[in-house]
């Protein structure tokens, strides 16, 4: 039987929703239950695909293809738990499912509604694909006001009723702020927060709040008089010193404990947090630390690379070095010397990006890796960017550039229009929606024997979640590996290039894919451990 916990937010958004669904999913792990989190989110885009990464951060992509939001990337990260296109839901999906049903008369001439139809189909997709799992944590995006957000708060509140109080639990994540005038934590947010939420018949049951220090008793029992709830249920969401500090945060304020209360579960056994205390003391007391230069165009929003931020990290973990990042706009690479910037950084990477803007820099910071031995890790964009340098200044084709700019006399990167998914042969064209239309999700690739990455796989065969629209284009490949790039991954078709290296370099990978979706504080990707401790062995050097 499976259990539902509902987080909503109030008083204003970024307060955590995420972080703290992920976080109660890993307490609830070490408790020895099974758990999945799902992300509700109220816009109207069918999916975050095509938005601006200033505008939501990161796009998040499944195993399955699913374009999703950066959260789910904080419960893969938490829980270990492979999300899936059934885990994120937008009002965008619900609607086009909603009146794709009018359309083909499946509600018999009825008058289409939000109530019913559109609160039915949201409780459909909240139970849909369960597993049999133990918990699924499902978080509300928006805060609650938000008109946007209703249909789902009235969803919500709907299967509370259906399922029973047994079987659903509501937590609310409000904002308890600081005011130093007056010198007191102010409950006054919290309260009209629960107030709204009550306003739409919704009483929860477990209280967070967000605060820079911990809650006198006084304001504690006010809240729970005011709120309607056990003055135990208030917990405190205390600001940590890193995300992966939260578990036992939460843990230490009891948290994990009101679940089990509010279920009737007995557990007379604490979670086994071992592996969170491990982690956390590896970031906060490492032994080394390395300076990574991240060459990218949305610096300007760090969420945009937020799974890659987060995969370096763990890198860290893996070597007990602290990474420091050196965030560079990679234009500025075009109009100054790039040792200016580049300069003494122990590592280089260049992410994944679209257009043109910055690319000449991001070749530019390739070319400096190249030349001077300093470790370079290019991902997806960064990988074309790399053999693009490659192609100019080591095959002598000068020339050398992607269709994705325009058109090139040496298209050493074009757009793919066909490629084989499984059993089933896919296709795109120039003039295609720009949504779910790039080769998306997980694809197989074939490993060289005696590389660089075979090495550090130990496989022959590996799995990586892939978004792009252009690739490298394979018909270039001889004459490239001729001039001494090696091309180390390929699709088991042989078609599309995956992976990149220089044998005789300390430690340069270009890759097509996203190495970083897959990588968890408790389990490093190979790419990344392997990459930090170059950059371990560089900083030795320097």
């Not at 005038?181 to 209280?207: C, D, F, N, R």
Request: glycine share 10%.
């Amino acid at each position: 039987m499976t259990r539902f916990i509902f987080i909503t937010g109030g008083v204003v958004s970024s307060l955590g929703k995420g972080l703290s669904a992920a976080a109660l999913g890993a307490l609830l792990q070490a408790r020895g239950f099974s758990v999945r989190l799902r992300k509700l989110d109220p816009y109207l885009n069918v999916d975050p695909g095509t938005m601006s990464p200033y505008q939501h951060g990161e796009v998040y992509v499944t195993d399955d293809g699913a374009e999703t939001d950066l959260d789910l990337g904080h419960y893969e990260r938490f829980t270990g738990v492979a999300s899936r296109r059934t885990d994120n839901v937008t009002t965008g999906q619900i609607y086009q499912e909603v009146l794709a049903k009018e359309r083909r008369g499946d509600y018999l001439g009825a008058t289409v509604q939000v109530i019913p139809h559109v609160t039915d189909a949201i409780k459909e997709f909240i139970q849909r694909d369960p597993d049999d799992v133990d918990f699924m944590i499902c978080e509300i995006g928006g805060t609650v006001g938000d008109i946007e957000s209703l249909p789902f708060l009235e969803a919500i509140r709907q299967l509370g009723n259906e399922l029973g109080r047994e079987r659903v639990l509501f937590v609310h994540l409000t904002l308890m702020p600081y005011i130093p005038s007056a010198g007191e934590l102010k409950t006054k947010p919290t309260q009209h927060s629960v107030k709204e939420l009550l306003g739409v018949g919704i009483q929860p049951a477990v209280l967070l709040c967000r605060c820079d220090r911990p809650i006198p008793s006084d304001a504690r029992r006010k809240i729970a008089l005011f709120c309607n709830i056990r003055e135990e249920a208030v917990i405190s969401a205390l600001d940590a010193r890193t995300i992966y500090e939260v578990p036992l945060r939460y843990h230490e304020a009891g948290f994990d404990e009101q679940v089990c209360r509010y279920f009737g579960i007995e557990q007379p056994q604490p979670p086994e947090l071992g592996r969170w205390h491990h982690i956390v003391d590896r970031v906060l007391e490492p032994e080394g630390e390395v300076t990574i230069a991240v060459a990218g165009k949305y610096t300007g929003l760090l969420d945009a690379y937020k799974s890659l931020t987060e995969a370096l990290a763990h890198g860290g973990i893996a070597n007990n070095a602290r990474v420091k990042l050196k965030w560079i706009e990679s234009e500025v690479l075009e109009g100054e010397d790039p040792v200016v910037y580049l300069d003494g950084c122990h590592g280089i990477l260049v992410p994944g990006g679209f257009g043109e803007r910055g690319a000449e820099g991001k070749i530019l910071a390739a070319r400096f890796a190249r030349e001077r031995g300093v470790p370079y890790f290019g991902i997806c964009f960064g990988m074309q960017m790399a053999v693009i340098e490659a192609a100019r200044n080591l095959a002598g084709l000068s020339a050398a550039n992607s269709t994705e700019f325009g058109q090139a006399d040496e298209p050493v990167v074009g757009m793919l229009t066909e490629w084989t998914r499984g059993n089933v042969r896919e296709t795109r064209g120039m003039g295609d929606n720009l949504g779910g239309t790039m080769r998306l999700g997980a694809y197989p690739c074939d490993l060289e024997a005696d590389s660089r990455v075979h090495y550090i796989y130990g496989e022959d065969r590996i799995s990586e979640r892939h978004r792009h629209r252009y690739e490298v284009n394979v018909n270039y490949k001889d004459r490239l590996e001729e001039a001494g790039l090696l091309f180390s991954g390929m699709s088991p078709d042989g078609e599309l290039p995956e992976i990149v290296e220089l044998p005789d370099h300390p430690w340069y990978l270009g890759v097509q894919f996203h190495p970083e979706l897959k990588s968890k504080p408790f389990a490093p990707h190979p790419l990344f451990e392997s990459f930090i401790a170059a950059a371990v062995q560089q900083s030795r050097m320097i």
